[in-house]
């Protein structure tokens, strides 16, 4: 069964953002290894072929400097499934409701989605760097769709855990 939210999948935008974060997560576990390196690699080209060479870059340092400042601000371990999934986890929705909220002007959503990500004293600086990955985004037209209030006040709500017969990975 496919998670419903898997459909933001089908969209460029939402698509660079959460296969940005997977491959991001795949680098920090996999580390120097063979393995690590064919991680930098996928997320290389992931980002190349959507936005050109000298595009790609600009917002791979915005999504690598975004990710790095929230492990380091996260509440709790952040989670993610594999970069082939078609399910979406909690924390990923809420990155993508975060990077939306930002770019489309909502700052009740930001902060919301950034105090769900991190404690409340580090919210600051996640929206900071997550600001500046949103924006890149958006220069180079890769706009996501707005994320419904509802819909965010479902995933900060309480819910029992889901099993897609899949692991997930996590950073922190």
Not at 87 to 102: G, M
Not at 143 to 169: C, D, E, F, K
């Amino acid at each position: 069964m496919t998670c419903p939210a898997a459909a933001y999948l089908e969209r460029g935008p939402e698509s660079l953002v959460v296969g940005g974060y997977r491959r991001v997560v795949d680098c920090a576990i996999a580390g120097d290894t063979p393995e690590g390196k064919r991680a930098a690699d996928a997320l290389q080209k992931l980002h190349r072929e959507t936005l050109g060479p000298a595009e790609s870059r600009i917002v791979l340092d915005g999504l690598t400097t975004f990710i790095s400042t929230l492990s380091r601000c996260a509440a709790c371990p952040l989670r993610a499934f594999p970069s082939d999934s078609h399910h979406l986890c909690r924390d990923e929705c809420l990155i993508l409701a975060l990077v939306s909220a930002l770019q489309h002007g909502d700052d009740n959503a930001g902060r919301l989605t950034a105090c769900a990500l991190t404690c409340p004293a580090r919210a600051v600086e996640t929206l900071a760097a997550s600001g500046d990955y949103a924006m890149r985004m958006k220069m180079f037209g890769q706009v996501l769709l707005p994320v419904p209030q509802n819909a965010i006040t479902t995933l900060l709500s309480p819910q029992p855990p889901q099993n897609y017969h899949q692991h997930n990975h996590t950073i922190h």
